[in-house]
């Protein structure tokens, strides 16, 4: 059977209360979904709430999925467009940390931590729309066309963004 | 070249090399015990969306997990005391709270840990049962500043400091008057629109404490014990007191030395210290000014002064000498 059709069949089951469909989606689809989370807020916590949304959104939308597009880059979109929205919640809520981040994975070296949050940093400083672009880009590992659909933007401006922030990370460095 | 790597022409060795490292941190996915933890938080989520009876089941699902969770022995560097949380949707808004408080392993116990759940879970039951009998008391917590709901997280912090979190966004200062019977406890928690009276009412259950209203203040004690002498204020606190300010312009001829400032109020005795040197390479010297405060007047705060100078560790002139015996400095409301 060919992927679309798995896809839309287990949208279908899900859709229709199949718990063991929705699991499916949710083992296939959340290292991706929680990828693209921790690349855009940056942190584990916020990355964590973005998922749960982007999982109730997939859960609520399933039954008005059409097999127009593929089930992943339906999801893709969902779970950007939710983590930005955590994200900018998290930064408009009065937040008091105590700490910084536990420590870091433990699944990840130690020196790949600290480029990543390095990353990050430089990231935030980039003007507009470029730091995320670079965050999807590279921190997530979304081509350039998944970005271009999930902002609503053209995809030769997401590869022009992606160019111009990483010559402007390389001029910062 | 993938197409994830396009870059790499224009990134250089040394932002190459930053990217690919930060690229294998980010290409770790969801662990294992986030996936699972996540699985029954989505699990339960829609449940509670659907009917009201879910979200009543999910509650107590919560309690009982909880009360397991504290009675287990855990492998965690940490020891947990209570666990609580729920969500909810209300008005079309997502409401969740998640509470945990823990004391560090390393710290010697005062208490075992079933034990002491055991007995804020009793605490929990009297207050509930007590409630109908004092239902009558005014409640201190019904303030509108409370109504509003708060979005908070805060993570191994006291219960001091999250008061004083909670009171520096519903304007309320909060008198601590509470002995911390195990200091070590922390608290993390997450809330998110929340209402404030709530999460002060969740504090105390798990803490044993209770509110006082103070004035414009919050007073908190433990529950059925008298407030401690030492207490800890937080919050936006208006003094008790009117407070004064007053200036001062020190001189070694027309030469202005400093204008230090200092605030005091009626039975507030203040000592104003004032270091310098007369002369460039002259030994360190010290003036103390003692200011104690006589009566208020519609003009001001009348003060007795006393001043002495001290070099070093000898004290060189007035020692404590009253020099405006039968002058007082006024001084200007500033509070």
């Not at chain 2, 409370?146 to 912090?157: A, I, K, S, V």
Request: proline letters at 5%.
């Amino acid at each position: 059977m060919p992927r679309s059709d798995v896809d839309h069949k287990l949208a279908t089951d899900a859709a229709s209360g199949d718990e063991g469909a929705f699991a499916a989606i949710f083992e296939a689809h959340r290292h991706e979904v929680y990828r693209i989370a921790r690349a855009v807020t940056g942190e584990r916590e916020t990355a964590l709430d973005a998922v749960q949304e982007t999982f109730l959104k997939i859960h609520e939308g399933l039954a008005r999925f059409r097999a127009a597009s593929s089930l992943r880059t339906w999801i893709v979109r969902i779970a950007v467009r939710a983590a930005i929205d955590q994200r900018r919640r998290a930064r408009r809520h009065l937040t008091v940390d105590a700490a910084t981040e536990p420590s870091h994975d433990p699944r990840v070296k130690m020196e790949d931590a600290l480029a990543l949050a390095r990353v990050q940093d430089l990231a935030a400083q980039l003007p507009g729309q470029q730091g995320l672009i670079l965050r999807l880009r590279l921190l997530a590992g979304l081509t350039n066309g998944e970005i271009a659909k999930a902002l609503a933007l053209q995809e030769p401006n997401v590869r022009m963004q992606v160019s111009k922030a990483v010559r402007r990370l390389r001029e910062v460095l | 070249m993938s197409v994830r790597d396009e870059w790499k022409d224009e990134a250089g060795d040394a932002l190459s090399e930053l990217l690919e490292g930060a690229q294998r941190a980010s290409d770790v996915g969801m662990s294992e015990a986030d996936g699972a933890q996540m699985w029954e938080r989505l699990q339960a989520a829609p449940r509670r969306r659907r009917a009201p009876i879910g979200w009543i089941a999910g509650v107590a699902a919560a309690l009982v997990v909880a009360t397991a969770l504290a009675s287990m022995r855990r492998p965690v560097p940490v020891e947990i005391v209570k666990e609580m949380s729920f969500e909810s949707v209300h008005q079309g808004k997502a409401v969740r709270f998640e509470m945990t408080v823990y004391r560090e392993r390393r710290r010697r116990r005062t208490m075992p840990t079933s034990r002491l759940f055991d007995g804020i879970l009793l605490a929990v039951v009297l207050a509930a049962l007590a409630a109908p009998a004092r239902a009558a008391a005014p409640d201190p917590l019904a303030r509108p500043e409370f109504d509003q709901d708060l979005t908070l997280t805060m993570r191994g912090e006291t219960v001091v400091r999250v008061y004083d979190a909670l009171a520096s966004f519903a304007h309320v200062p909060f008198i601590l008057a509470f002995d911390e019977s195990d200091p070590s406890l922390k608290v993390t928690f997450k809330a998110e629109n929340m209402g404030v009276r709530a999460i002060l009412g969740s504090l105390a259950k798990t803490y044993d404490l209770e509110y006082t209203k103070a004035d414009t203040a919050i007073l908190v004690t433990r529950k059925g014990r008298a407030p401690t002498e030492k207490r800890t204020i937080v919050g936006p606190w208006q003094a008790p007191v009117p407070q004064y300010r007053f200036d001062y312009v020190l001189r070694v001829g027309d030469r202005v030395l400093s204008t230090p400032w200092v605030t005091t109020g009626l039975k507030q005795e203040v000592r104003m210290t004032q270091g310098g040197q007369a002369v460039l390479g002259a030994p360190e010297m010290r003036m103390e000014v003692d200011l104690t405060p006589r009566k208020e007047t519609a003009e001001g705060l009348e003060l007795g002064v006393q001043w002495s100078l001290h070099e070093g560790t000898t004290k060189t002139a007035s020692p404590r000498v009253k020099l405006f015996s039968s002058r007082h400095l006024r001084g200007s409301r500033c509070l």
